[in-house]
Structure formats: structure tokens, C-alpha cells
Nanobody, 124 residues
Framework: QVQLVESGGGLVQSGGSLRLSCAAS????????KGWFRQAPGKEREFVAA????????YYADSVKGRFTISRDNAKNTVYLQMNSLKPGDTAVYYC?????????????????WGQGTRVTVSS
């Protein structure tokens, strides 16, 4: 089993920045893909970003490309999401997840482990 704990969420004004962290514990391995998803009230959970096990490959949803940056520190078993130029539309609960599928999967069902989420609220 893998346990994931997100942190770093909060309330920020439009145009501001936040950095989310996700620490993994348990039967962790650096040889997996890690991703970030988000879920706004009344909406389905959606893909935000993914990063390969080495950190050498990343993929972003069009809605966050150029504003968000995903990174990972395998020595600390932690993945990060730097969020800049935040908009009210970015308001959601953000979840990190682990996938053992090769590549950079973007579908919820391709991720085996999930954190409990951290809430991000962007005010206008």
C-alpha cells in the first residue's frame, strides 16, 4: 500500500501563486508516474499534470499549461505542483495520485493510489 498526503492548499487572490506538495509513504517506489488531478464542486475529477518516474517527462492539461509546473524529488518521495497566475476557475480540491502504467496517463482509472486532497480557493 502507498499513502499519499497533500499539503499547501489555501486561499489566494487571482493572479497569485501556491505550491502544493504530496509526500508518499508505505510501499513507495520512485519507478512510477505521479500525477495531479482536481475536482471542483459539482464537476468530475479532471487531470492537471503528470510526471514520469525520472522527472524527465511531464504533461499538462491545456487549461494549466504555462502556469503550472509539476516536479518531483524521489529522494524525499515527494511530488510538487507549482501554481502561478491562478484564476478563480482553478478553485478545486487537488489530489495527487500514483500510477504504475508506463507513460503519462491522464485518466483517473489509470491511477492506483490517491491522497485525501487539499483545497485551493482562488478569489477574484
Amino acid at each position: 500500500q502507498v499513502q499519499l498526503v497533500e499539503s499547501g492548499g489555501g486561499l489566494v487572490q487571482s493572479g497569485g501563486s501556491l505550491r502544493l506538495s504530496c509526500a508518499a509513504s508505505g510501499r513507495t517506489s520512485s519507478s512510477n508516474t505521479k500525477g495531479w488531478f482536481r475536482q471542483a464542486p459539482g464537476k468530475e475529477r479532471e487531470f492537471v499534470a503528470a510526471i514520469s518516474w525520472s522527472g524527465g517527462s511531464t504533461y499538462y492539461a491545456d487549461s494549466v499549461k504555462g502556469r503550472f509546473t509539476i516536479s518531483r524529488d524521489n529522494a524525499k518521495n515527494t511530488v510538487y505542483l507549482q501554481m502561478n497566475s491562478l484564476k478563480p476557475g482553478d478553485t478545486a480540491v487537488y489530489y495527487c495520485a500514483v500510477s504504475h502504467i508506463y507513460g503519462l496517463p491522464t485518466n483517473v482509472y489509470e491511477y492506483a493510489y490517491w491522497g485525501q486532497g487539499t483545497r485551493v480557493t482562488v478569489s477574484s
